[in-house]
């Protein structure tokens, strides 16, 4: 079961230097799980000691976001894309803008 995972551009170290990677799972856990034996290092980045996804880490399935599905355990099926979007904080105080939280559906940041 080949299932495309969009990588955002801080973890593309991880994948050498690929925005977009195969991977395997019957749902989302399984695939972190999956991408963790492929490239060591990938699921620390975005799970907690817990195993939980950091809250700010966003995934989603063919557009779709996991926290709206079933999270870490929505299932998965052959052909699905899965991106990974790490939210991104911006804005300056000095110039009465807010902090600001940008989640680009298939870019990376």
């Known amino acids: 079961m080949a299932i495309t995972v969009r ?3 801080p973890l593309q170290k991880l994948t050498a230097d690929k925005a977009e990677v195969s991977a395997e799972g019957a749902t989302v856990k399984e695939l972190l799980e999956d991408l963790e034996r492929q490239y060591p290092g990938f699921k620390s980045r975005l799970c907690d000691g817990e195993g939980k996804l950091r809250r700010f880490v966003n995934v989603y399935v063919n557009e779709e976001d996991i926290r709206f599905l ?3 355990v929505t299932p998965l099926k052959d052909g699905d894309e899965v991106s990974i979007i790490p939210a991104i904080a911006g804005g ?4 009465g803008l807010t902090p600001l939280f ?3 559906r298939g870019q990376t940041p």
């Not at 300056?92 to 110039?95: D, E, F, G, Q």
């Open 102 to 104: 940008l989640k680009v």
């Open 70 to 72: 079933k999270q870490e």
């Open 7 to 9: 990588v955002p551009t």
């Open 92 to 95: 300056s105080p000095k110039r």
